[in-house]
């Protein structure tokens, strides 16, 4: 079936919006909803989402049209499903934009720890099991290790990683991804799509933004329309936090889609129903794992049945 595995933690903390439900009566039905709502906030969905969910529940109870609990869960699950569908349908679907011809520049942006390198090996995996060739740039140049990292995922997967440019004196990943797409560009039979892996440090978030700004435009200005994708990886352990960084990520640079990482790790995926709500930007992939399977296409549908029995 197409239950999402990795969601058993949330899944667990939806027991009390279960237990709830398993109570609601039309008698008193009043009372259950206001609990109702104070248990999705509780389990990180946020005051927007839940507000919403219940006041779909209070109208169609109006309307005669839940009457048990069956029809009230039912009723529940689908205005998630709706909720999450939602900025699909304004965005485009979950697949990702690769163009059939060319080279297809896919940016990867979020903060130190989310995940990013991770994605970044797991996607190019995907697209080489679907007969895609794949060059990763190593564009977080702060983090020691990040080339290497990058390296070991292109050795597992059949990717490489581009060379950084020769004349780089210090690390500058505008330089690496610059000189990545210029390679990639002149000799497009080498590879299908390039991967650009970004720096995601911290301690001065607005330098931060300005050079993910200048990465995202070196990059335009090396293909015209380019990135297909700017995908921004956020740690769905931070519960609603996630909503900060998406905000100023999305303000600086617009982002086209979200990557939610460390699912399994956490109990508060319910957070993933408040980002679509707040934010309206689609959820393209959940990271359930550290292996390289472990990145699943999100399947709106599934991950509410995944969340709640
Ligand atoms: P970056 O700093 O954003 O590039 O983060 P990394 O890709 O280095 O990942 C940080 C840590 O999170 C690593 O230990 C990864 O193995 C782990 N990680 C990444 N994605 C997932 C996930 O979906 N689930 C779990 N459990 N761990 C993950």
Redesign the pocket.
């Known amino acids: 079936n197409r239950v999402f595995q990795g969601t058993e933690k949330t899944r667990e903390r939806l027991g009390v919006v279960d237990e709830l439900l398993a109570y609601w009566n039309l008698d008193d039905s009043e009372d259950t909803l206001e609990e109702l709502e104070d248990a999705l906030i509780a389990s990180d969905f946020g005051p927007g989402a839940a507000l919403a969910l219940v006041e779909g529940l209070r109208e169609k109870i109006r309307l005669g049209e839940i009457k048990d609990q069956g029809s009230l869960k039912q009723e529940l699950k689908k205005s998630m499903v709706g909720i999450l569908e939602s900025a699909a349908v304004n965005s485009g679907s979950g697949e990702l934009a690769v163009s059939d011809s060319g080279l297809s520049i896919i940016l990867v942006v979020?903060v130190?720890?989310?995940?990013?390198?991770?994605?970044v090996g797991k996607l190019s995996s995907r697209f080489a099991k679907e007969g895609y060739t794949v060059t990763l740039a190593a564009g977080?140049t702060f983090?020691a290790a990040?080339k290497e990292?990058l390296e070991v995922w292109a050795e597992r997967t059949g990717a490489r990683v581009a060379e950084y440019p020769e004349d780089m004196e210090k690390p500058d990943p505008v330089k690496v991804l610059a000189h990545a797409a210029e390679l990639g560009l002149r000799d497009e039979r080498d590879s299908d799509i390039l991967i650009c892996d970004t720096s995601?440090r911290i301690h001065n978030n607005f330098k931060l933004m300005d050079e993910i700004e200048r990465c995202k435009k070196v990059l335009s200005d090396a293909k015209q329309g380019a990135p297909s994708e700017t995908l921004l990886?956020l740690d769905s352990t931070t519960g609603l936090n996630m909503l900060n960084q998406a905000r100023e990520f999305n303000d600086y640079i617009g982002i086209t889609g979200l990557v939610l990482?460390?699912?399994?790790?956490t109990a508060r995926g319910g957070a993933v129903v408040g980002v679509v709500q707040e934010l309206g930007i689609p959820i393209k992939f959940i990271?359930?794992?550290?292996k390289v399977e472990?990145l699943q296409p999100f399947d709106a549908e599934a991950f509410v049945d995944g969340i709640l029995s």
């Open positions: 979020g130190n720890g989310g995940g990013k390198t991770t994605t977080d983090r990040a990292q995601g990886v990482t460390k699912l399994d790790g990271g359930v794992g550290e472990d």
